[in-house]
Structure formats: structure tokens, C-alpha cells
């Protein structure tokens, strides 16, 4: 299951959350749990060089892009390799949305995008769709190219 | 130069400023959901309505449920408008305000046209709202849909209706599973992910049927598979056919075995990783299917990337536990890792190394340890401590090395649960290693002079209290007790006032001393503390002169505290002040719900970051507790051992049954922990019923049938054989569970008055040699082996047959036996001919055994075995030879 994709700005403020089967109550435990990790390591970081770390059974995946930082959770199949595949889809649908490496002010800008390609990428907990190209497509409700 | 910086650093202000969100406030973004009502509909608004919406939702902002409903039924007018950007926001925003049952009926309609519609995406995302949002009713009558859309031409339709699938599978499982046809031709599919997400999907609905994931794992891997996370699943499924198949006897070949090792040639990181992985984790894994594994795994050491560096230590750091020889060879570039910036990759390269370096590294690791210890946080340094007090218990000789890294460690700053983590392997050091009691006692006590947790410091004179005064010299400690009075808060101080009213009761000469300590705490400013000082000194007996301690009051002192804490905390609320004296005798002693009989569920309770786990409890106190709190088997004596429990049904069985064998001398109890997962249903008047003909020293005697059993409550049923006294009698017990059944009307959960009596069949359950053996280990086998003497000893040399490997070998020897294996000797290196195991244990009758096995392995790999046994008694060396003999 994939358990939380999280993105932050650049101070920890959250600008996406979205958890999947993690009780409310450990909502705000996993919250600052990653952002302080963010803080702890994100530092000089290069763009979208992944960070791993894993707490008991669960994994994270987290990198930074731009202004933002962006976590992944996963646990039992969505381990820290399969959290590697889904945050490279995220962070290039992120990049192709905002054409660029975003700043805060242009994710937002790209908000209601963004949580589109979100949708598509990972379905309660589950990882549907990987390309990017195609992402851009199905959030315009125009089929993939393939087909 | 100057003036295109400043510019920037002006573009910067106004970005920061202005943020689209900025003072974004809920009640004004639902006024401004009401544009979802106009009958001009504007398409861009209502978007960017729609996004203020999600960003809400998106920083975990609630709705109540007037204000959700009243956005949902707005949301619902956008179906109107043909704007397409429009319509899959829309989409998105239903699913995320999950509506409530009685008003997904609204959009039902809506969405049940949009699934058929002509339009390819409007049927994929309709479908996946639909699944996220119905419920059972619903969705037989969108059945008929779904299956086709499973094998749609677009691979997005069938992708959304393959995922839904997997969702609905968890809530209708007998809707899902008939589509099984359909998902079987969309494995087949060309389209990459459709592919995968049927084979997920294939796989859940038939992963109770062997066969049938056999047949699909055979075709599959002799097929194509079209992308590298089917690849993974396949993988994946193929250990679980490999686990249950075992292995081909004829021509000693592991079936897919083949497969496994050529994806480790893949193109793709995740499948390469995946296939070593499963390599690593085959049971019995022999040196030459393990190396071209681990092979691929060194080289992933040295990659650039993190999260390759971090998935192969954390793979090989597994494979160390279970064979530490064969990842010695990458020991040198796992040392470079402890440097490694990345603090997980380092932590896990530490404990790796510390379980495959042999007794001569271990200084030189200790050096690199202490280094790398000031820089991580406090959750790694948990589990380098943890690390290194499984090194300690297989070292032992290196005991004061390791000590004193302990102590110097417990020292320096850090939070609570390390300082636990530091203290508590001190104290299992102290119980394992007698050589290391004493420096281990002072460690602690000098800890406590400057200890800031008032739990461990109290944890520690507790300790301290029990093993102090069997030490050569107890006084020294009392210093560092009474210390504790005069410093500290007042639960220390009454901690420490217990702690010494211990040494008192212990030690004779001492209790003059103690009197007077005692006697000064008299005048504590603290209740609890005066009344305990007061309560010792009367107990100890009066005037304070060298006497002996009474039984009783070591017994009162030392004795456990039989009565569960949650029943005397009941009584004492309830005691009402009176002259009538509180009796402790008053307090019920039966255990309401027990630790032991947990729900186990613990795959789907989702794992985070929760408060830590309680303190284990000892599983064979618990039993002894209950067992006694039985009156039938009061008189049974003392509780020799109890088994792991057995499961006797299925996984995912309507009944859950698992059983614990419990060992008496002369009697044998199983508990049989029952769970009914049935809502339906309450089972009353539940017993097992044991046919005992293949037993035929063991008679039946009693048997305790649970009253009421409801849904996911467990309990537990007991039957009780009698036995010929200390002879570790051996048979075979067939077992049926005999219940009335009532239904359980749902809507109010009251059961029927009737029932009906029905079985249900449950698995054999064996009572074998090794379960009269208590598997005890010792700290120096070798001073254990000579000061038993060779009095008692019986030699004898076995020949095994021919065997897979020499670990199989020995790994049977030692579940035969069922002793404690020693020094790590139950790990044989790789491509070794010749082993030798020591094994440690008690046998029934509290006969303390010694073992040595000597294993040769040739060429056609037959073993050969040399048996040693010694113990306190021949009659039970002779019987272990037996156990060897016919087993």
C-alpha cells in the first residue's frame, strides 16, 4: 500500500497531503515526522536525487524539486523501489504540468493540475498510471496515445 | 552587475506575496461554491472553485457534514456543463468528499450514463468514481459494465475497471471473484499496465487456489510479460509457488529456480532487485543459488544512487541473519557505507557488519561504531544498541568490550526509548552472562546518580534489588540506593526504599544498617514513601539485630503479584471507606481478556507512527497465571512448558483455531484460542472434541468448554490429558470443534434464541519429543560441557541419508530436539564438509542437557552425525538418543 504522498514548500508548510488506510490519528505524527526529515536532510539536495529512509516496516522516498519537497510512504509491496518509480512519475507530471522546475508560486499556480495528475498516479493507495505523457492526456479526458 | 539581482530579488517578494491561496479561508470558499448553482454555468470559476476546494481537503481541513452534503449536491449541477477540464475536476472533487451512503444516490445516475457513454475517459473516470463511492447494492447492477470494461480495447477503461476490482475485492469479494474469466484475457493483453493490473487482480482473487496460481505463474513465466512491475509481481508469486511446492526430488533441482536467476539479468533495477530478493528468502537456499544474488546485490553497493545503495544493505543485512558467511565477501564495501551521508544506508551497514564480523573484528568495529554513534539520531542508535546485544549474547567472551561501549553510551545525551534501549540490553547481559553481573550492576547504579527518567531509574533499583544482594559484595551498592533518598523524587525515593528493604531481607549482616537507613525515611515528606519505610521495617521484624529473614517475608518481597492489576483496580474504586478493612483475598482473579489471545490481525492494521508497542509481556507467566486461575487444573503442579501456538485452520477460515500445548509433569492441557469471524453468528457451548486412538499413553480427563464465543472476540477451550509421570510420552490427536450456533440479527446484534449444533473439522495436532524440552541457553558452553563432567555422558554416531545441505541437516537435528543452539553454532558456513553444533536445554523433570553434533556431509550428500549428550541424569542422555534414534 501506498500510505501518504505528501508535498511541502520549501519552510514545511504542506501544500498536498494525501494518505491512504493511515488512521487520522497518525495523520499529524506522519506529517511532521516528514517534514522534519525534509528539514534534517533535504539541504543542498540537487533536484529529484532520491532520499530513502525507512521507520519500522514502512518506507520513504523523498527528494526535492524546486521549491517543493515531495515525500512518498510505502509499505509491504510499495517498498523504497516501487516508491522510487511512483515519485519519478510524480515529479515529472510536476515538471510537465508547471513546464518547468516549479517554484512555490507556480505550483499553486498549477494546483488544480496537479492534484489531477495525483489522481491518476496513485489511486487509494494503489499505483495506476506510470507515464507522463499519457498523464497529460487522461487529465484532459483525451485517451492515450497508444490506443 | 547589481541591478538584475536586485530585480530578481523584487520578482521573488511579489511571488511570495502573492500566493493564489493566500488567506484562504473555508467559510468563504463554500459562499463561492454556490456559482455551482447559477444556470449560466461558468467553466473556468467553477474549476478554480473546485481547486480552492481541493487545497482545502489537501491540507486536512474537514467539512462537517451539513457543509460536505451542501458542496455534494452543488457539485452534482456540474454535470450539466459539457466542458470537459470541468468534468474531471468534477470527478476528482466527488471522490474526495466521499459522500454518504443515502445521497450517492444523486449522482448515481449521472455517473451510470457517463459509464456508458461513448466517450472512452468519461467511462474510465465514471467507473472509478462509481467504485470508490457504491456500495454492494449498487454494484450488481453495474456488474454487467464493469466486466466488459475489463476487457475494453482502451487500456485506460480496463485499467480503471482492473483497479476498481482490486479495491471491491477487499468490501465484495463473491462479486469480484466471478469475474475471473474476463480478468484471465486481460492478462493477456498487449497494453503494458493492463497487464499488470490484471495479474494483481488474477492473483488476489485466486490466491487461496494452489493450482490454479501454479498454472498461471507457469504460463506467465514461459510468456511475455511487458513491463518490469508485472515482471515484479511475477516474481513475487513465483517464490510463493517455489515455497510451496519445495523441492524436486529426482533431480535435486528447484523448480523456476532458472527464471529467478536469469531476471537477475533484467534491464529494470526494481526486477533485478526483486529477483535477488527472492533468491535470498527461498527456505534452505543453498551457497550456489544464494551467490549470483548476492553478486548483483555487492555491485548495488557501490551505486550512486541512494535508494539502490539503501534496497541492497537493507537486503543483505537480512540475508546476514541467516547466512552471515555468505555476505562476508561484501564486507568491504559495506564498511565504506558507514561513512555513507544517507544515515538509514549507514545504520543498516553497521548491524550488518556486526552480524557477519567474526570474534577478532569485533574492537576494531566497536572503534568505528563510537565514531558514527555522535552524528545519528537517536532511532538508529536504537538499533546499533540492538545490534550489538545480539553480538554480545553470541560473543560472550567479548563481554567487556562490548559493556563498556554500553556504558559509555548510556552516559552521553539522549532521549527516553534510547536510554531504555541501553538499559535494558545491559540487564539481559547481566541475566545472560554471569562473568558480566557485576560491572553491569555498577554501570547501572552509576547511572542512576544522574538520571533524568524517573521510569528507568525505578526499573533499575528494582533490578538492582533482585540480583544486589546475590552479588560477592552487596554493600557497595547500598550507597547509590540511599543516594536515591535523599535526592530524588518521591516515586524513586519509594522505589529505593523497596530496594533496600530487599538488601535487608537478603542480607543478614546488612540489616542493622539498612534499619537505620530505613528508619530515617520515616521522616520523608512523601505518603507513599513513609508508609512503605514503615511497612518494611515491621515486616523485617522489629529491632534490627543480624537474624535470618522469615520465609514469608522474602516470599512477600520477592514473591509475584498474582492478582491482574486492571480486577484490584476495580475493587479499590469500589471499596468504600468503613471500618471494615479492604481484603485483597475479595478481588476476582480471572483474567477478562487475556494478552495472549490477541486479535491477530496484524496485516491490516496500518503500521505508522504510533505510540510505542507496551512492554512485552512473558508469555509462559501469562499461561501459568491462567492455567492456575482454572480450578480442573489447579492441582496439575508446576507448568513445565508451553508450545508456540499451532494453527489448526486455514488463514481466512470462518473459525480461526490455533492451540498451545501445555507440559506437566504428569498431565498435558491444550488450549485451543478460538476466534469467530462470522458477524452472523455467536457460538455458545464451544468445545473440541480430541479423538486420542493414535495416543495411546495419554487419557482424557477434563475439558473446559467456553461458554460464548461472538464474532472477533477470541476465547478459549481446554482439554486435559493425564500422562505416565516424567516420560516424554509421544502421539498424533485428531480434533473437531462442537458448538451451537445462533444467528445474530445485524441491525441490532442480539442472537436468536435457538441454535443448532454443528463441527467443524479442524487439523491433527502431534505432541513430539521436543516439546519436553525447554530450550535454555548458556553464556560459555565450554565451561558448561566441562563442569558437567563426562559422568553421564552417551555417545553414539548416526547416519542422516543423503541430505540437500548440511544446514537442512542440521536445522532438523535441532527442531527434533527442539534445544536452544549456542555460540551460533547453528549456522553452518558455506561449502564447509564438516559442522559442529552445540545445543543447550532443559529437559523435563528440570534435568539440564548438553549437546555436541558432529556432522560430516560427502560427495553423494549423505551426513553422517556424532551425538553427544551430557546431562545430570544418564536415563535422560540415554532418552534423547532415543529421540535421535526414531526420529
Known amino acids: 500500500m501506498l500510505l501518504a504522498v505528501l508535498v511541502a514548500n520549501s519552510e514545511g508548510n504542506i501544500l498536498v497531503e494525501r494518505f491512504n488506510g493511515v488512521p487520522a490519528e497518525e495523520r499529524l505524527h506522519w506529517r511532521s515526522f516528514l517534514v522534519k526529515l525534509g528539514a534534517d536532510n533535504l539541504k543542498g539536495v540537487k533536484n529529484e536525487e532520491l532520499l530513502v529512509a525507512s521507520h519500522k516496516s514502512v518506507y520513504i522516498v523523498y527528494t526535492v524539486l524546486g521549491d517543493v519537497s515531495i515525500f512518498v510512504v510505502g509499505k509491504d509491496e510499495y517498498d523504497e523501489l516501487a516508491l522510487s518509480e511512483a515519485i519519478f512519475v510524480i515529479t515529472s507530471a510536476v515538471k510537465d504540468v508547471c513546464g518547468k522546475v516549479p517554484t512555490e508560486r507556480l505550483f499553486l499556480d498549477k494546483y488544480g493540475k496537479i492534484c489531477l495528475c495525483l489522481d491518476e498516479i496513485v489511486w487509494k493507495g494503489l499505483l495506476e498510471n506510470t507515464d507522463k505523457d499519457r498523464i497529460k492526456r487522461l487529465v484532459r479526458l483525451k485517451p492515450p496515445t497508444e490506443f | 552587475m547589481a541591478q538584475p539581482l536586485v530585480k530578481k530579488d523584487d520578482d521573488r517578494d511579489d511571488e511570495y506575496e502573492y500566493s493564489p491561496f493566500l488567506g484562504i479561508e473555508k467559510g468563504a470558499v463554500l459562499q463561492e461554491a454556490r456559482v455551482f448553482n447559477d444556470p449560466q454555468l461558468d467553466p473556468r470559476r467553477c474549476s478554480q472553485v473546485i481547486t480552492k476546494l481541493l487545497y482545502l481537503l489537501n491540507q486536512g481541513e474537514t467539512f462537517t457534514k451539513i457543509e460536505a452534503t451542501e458542496v455534494f449536491f452543488a457539485v452534482t449541477k456540474l454535470f450539466q456543463s459539457k466542458d470537459v477540464g470541468l468534468r474531471r475536476m468534477v470527478y476528482l472533487i466527488i471522490k474526495e468528499l466521499s459522500p454518504s451512503a443515502d445521497e450517492v444516490i444523486i449522482v448515481t445516475s449521472s455517473l451510470m450514463k457517463d459509464m456508458n457513454s461513448r466517450t472512452d475517459m468519461y467511462r474510465a473516470n465514471a467507473i472509478r468514481v462509481l467504485c470508490r463511492i457504491t456500495d454492494g447494492t449498487l454494484l450488481t447492477q453495474i456488474e454487467r459494465y464493469l466486466k466488459q470494461a475489463i476487457v475494453d480495447k482502451n487500456p485506460v477503461v480496463a485499467s480503471a475497471a482492473l483497479v476498481s476490482g482490486i479495491h471491491l475485492l477487499q468490501t465484495n469479494p463473491e462479486i469480484v471473484k466471478r469475474w475471473s474469466n474476463e480478468v484471465q484475457e486481460a492478462v493477456q493483453s498487449r497494453a503494458a499496465l493492463v497487464q499488470f493490473h490484471a495479474l494483481g487482480l488474477l492473483h488476489q482473487i485466486r490466491q487461496n487456489d494452489r493450482l490454479a496460481v501454479s498454472k498461471l505463474v507457469t504460463s506467465l513465466t514461459r510468456g511475455t510479460v511487458r513491463s518490469p512491475l508485472a515482471q515484479c509481481l511475477l516474481i513475487r508469486y513465483t517464490s510463493q509457488v517455489i515455497r510451496e511446492s519445495g523441492m524436486n526430488n529426482q533431480t535435486g533441482e528447484r523448480p523456476f529456480y532458472d527464471y529467478l536467476e536469469g531476471c537477475l539479468r533484467h534491464k529494470a533495477e526494481m526486477v533485478i532487485f526483486e529477483a535477488a530478493r527472492a533468491i535470498t528468502e527461498l527456505s534452505g537456499v543453498t551457497s550456489r543459488e544464494l551467490n549470483p544474488a548476492i553478486t548483483v546485490l555487492q555491485l548495488f553497493l557501490s551505486s550512486s544512487k541512494p535508494v539502490l545503495r539503501f534496497a541492497a544493505v537493507r537486503t543483505l543485512n537480512k540475508v546476514a541473519m541467516t547466512h552471515p558467511t555468505a555476505v562476508t565477501n561484501c564486507n568491504i564495501d559495506m564498511e565504506s557505507l558507514i561513512s555513507d551521508q544517507n544515515r538509514s544506508i549507514a545504520t543498516l551497514a553497521i548491524t550488518t557488519l556486526l552480524k557477519t564480523g567474526n570474534e577478532s573484528s569485533v574492537d576494531r568495529l566497536m572503534k568505528q561504531i563510537t565514531n558514527f554513534m555522535s552524528d545519528i539520531a537517536d532511532e538508529f542508535k536504537i538499533v546499533v544498541v540492538e545490534a550489538i546485544r545480539s553480538l554480545c549474547l553470541k560473543f560472550p567472551l567479548k563481554y567487556r568490550a562490548l559493556m563498556n561501549f554500553l556504558s559509555n553510551i548510556l552516559r552521553e545525551e539522549g532521549g527516553f526509548d534510547y536510554k531504555k534501549a541501553i538499559v535494558d540490553s545491559i540487564v539481559i547481559l547481566i541475566r545472560d552472562i554471569p562473568d558480566a553481573k557485576e560491572s553491569g550492576l555498577l554501570h547501572l547504579c552509576e547511572f542512576i546518580e544522574d538520571c533524568e527518567f524517573t521510569y528507568l531509574s525505578t526499573q533499575i533499583l528494582h533490578f538492582l534489588g533482585n540480583e544486589g544482594p546475590k552479588t560477592s559484595d552487596p554493600s557497595k551498592y547500598i550507597r547509590y540506593i540511599y543516594n536515591r533518598v535523599i535526592l530524588e523524587n518521591a516515586t524513586v525515593r519509594a522505589a529505593a526504599v523497596s530496594t533496600l528493604a530487599k538488601f535487608g531481607a537478603m542480607v543478614d549482616s546488612l540489616k542493622p544498617r539498612i534499619f537505620i537507613l530505613l528508619k530515617r525515611c520515616l521522616f520523608d515528606n512523601d505518603d507513599e514513601v513513609r508508609d512503605r519505610a514503615t511497612l518494611y521495617l515491621n515486616t523485617l521484624g522489629g529491632d534490627g539485630s543480624v537474624v535470618e529473614t522469615d520465609s514469608e517475608v522474602k516470599e512477600f518481597l520477592f514473591g509475584s503479584f498474582d492478582i491482574p492489576l486492571a480486577n484490584m483496580e476495580t475493587s479499590l474504586k469500589n471499596y468504600e471507606p468503613s471500618e471494615e478493612p479492604f481484603d485483597i483475598d475479595s478481588v476476582p482473579r480471572e483474567v477478562k481478556s487475556l494478552p495472549l489471545a490477541e486479535k491477530k490481525a496484524p496485516g491490516k492494521k496500518p503500521t505508522g507512527l504510533g505510540a510505542p508497542p507496551s512492554a512485552p509481556t512473558s508469555a509462559a507467566d501469562a499461561y501459568e497465571k491462567l492455567l492456575l486461575l482454572i480450578p480442573e487444573f489447579a492441582s496439575f503442579g508446576k507448568l513445565f512448558k508451553s508450545s508456540a501456538p499451532v494453527e489448526l485452520t486455514e488463514a481466512e477460515t470462518e473459525y480461526a483455531v490455533n492451540v498451545v500445548k501445555h507440559i506437566f ?223
Request: with cysteine.
Open chain 2, 665 to 887: 509433569d504428569n498431565y498435558v492441557v491444550f488450549q485451543y484460542n478460538c476466534t469467530n469471524t462470522i458477524p452472523e453468528q455467536l457460538l455458545e457451548n464451544v468445545i473440541v472434541v480430541v479423538d486420542a486412538s493414535d495416543a495411546e499413553d495419554f487419557s482424557e480427563i477434563a475439558s473446559k468448554p467456553l461458554r460464548s464465543l461472538p464474532c472477533d472476540s477470541p476465547g478459549q477451550t481446554f482439554v486435559a490429558f493425564e500422562k505416565p509421570e516424567g516420560v516424554p510420552a509421544v502421539g498424533k490427536f485428531s480434533n473437531v470443534l462442537r458448538f451451537i450456533v445462533k444467528e445474530v440479527e445485524p441491525s441490532t446484534g442480539e442472537a436468536e434464541e435457538d441454535g443448532v449444533e454443528d463441527e467443524y473439522q479442524l487439523e491433527d495436532l502431534e505432541v513430539v519429543a521436543a516439546d519436553y524440552m525447554l530450550k535454555v541457553g548458556v553464556s560459555n558452553f565450554k565451561n558448561a560441557w566441562e563442569s558437567m563432567g563426562p559422568d553421564c555422558e552417551r555417545v553414539d554416531e548416526y547416519g542422516l541419508g543423503p541430505r540437500e545441505s548440511l544446514t537442512e541437516a542440521v536445522n532438523a537435528v535441532i527442531s527434533l530436539l527442539g534445544m536452544q543452539p549456542c555460540e551460533g553454532t547453528e549456522v553452518v558456513a558455506s561449502n564447509s564438509r564438516s559442522h559442529t553444533c552445540l545445543l543447550s536445554g532443559v529437559y523435563i523433570g528440570n534435568v539440564k542437557v548438553l549437546v555436541r553434533l558432529s556432522f560430516g556431509i560427502d560427495g553423494q550428500k549423505e551426513v553422517a552425525m556424532k551425538l553427544a549428550v551430557r546431562s545430570e541424569d544418564e536415563s535422560v542422555s540415554d532418552a534423547l538418543h532415543e529421540i535421535v534414534a526414531s526420529g
